[in-house]
């Protein structure tokens, strides 16, 4: 009794079928990680607010030494224009489907050198993205 083996016919279509099936998952994650990404920061306030809390540094840097703080967040100086901001989680959204596993930073002015622009403004907002130390902002 001989038995023959057909390599190309026997290890063709599961491959084929493994191909197709990745494929597949790929076109369907896609548009899912297009909706997380969306939520996030698509869902910040149309426009800025002003919050309290911030209208004085040392009390606002005190606030911030008593927590652990992840490594954006703090007191920020932009030293060519003389503007103190603060970068904090924000704990103050509504927390979508998919925005629980997200963190999200708010960026508040402390101290602005424009005087149009009040302590307590929100002036954007931060995630995380995949590469360490780089974010995706909203600012108003």
Not at 89 to 108: I, L, P
Request: hydrophobic residues 40%.
């Amino acid at each position: 009794m001989t038995v023959t083996y057909n390599s190309t016919s026997d290890i063709r279509p599961p491959r084929r079928l493994l191909l197709t099936l990745l494929l597949s998952a790929l076109f369907l994650c896609a548009p899912a990680a297009k909706r997380i990404e969306k939520s996030v920061l698509e869902n910040v306030p149309g426009r800025s607010q002003v919050v309290s809390g911030y209208s004085k540094p040392d009390s606002v840097a005190d606030r911030l030494a008593q927590m652990p703080l992840h490594a954006v967040e703090g007191l920020w100086r932009f030293a060519s224009e003389g503007s103190l901001m603060a970068i904090e989680r924000n704990s103050d959204r509504a927390a979508g489907e998919y925005e629980a596993e997200t963190t999200v930073y708010r960026m508040v002015i402390v101290r602005a050198a424009d005087m149009a622009l009040r302590p307590g403004t929100v002036m954007g907002y931060l995630t995380p993205t995949a590469k360490r130390g780089v974010y995706d902002a909203r600012i108003y």
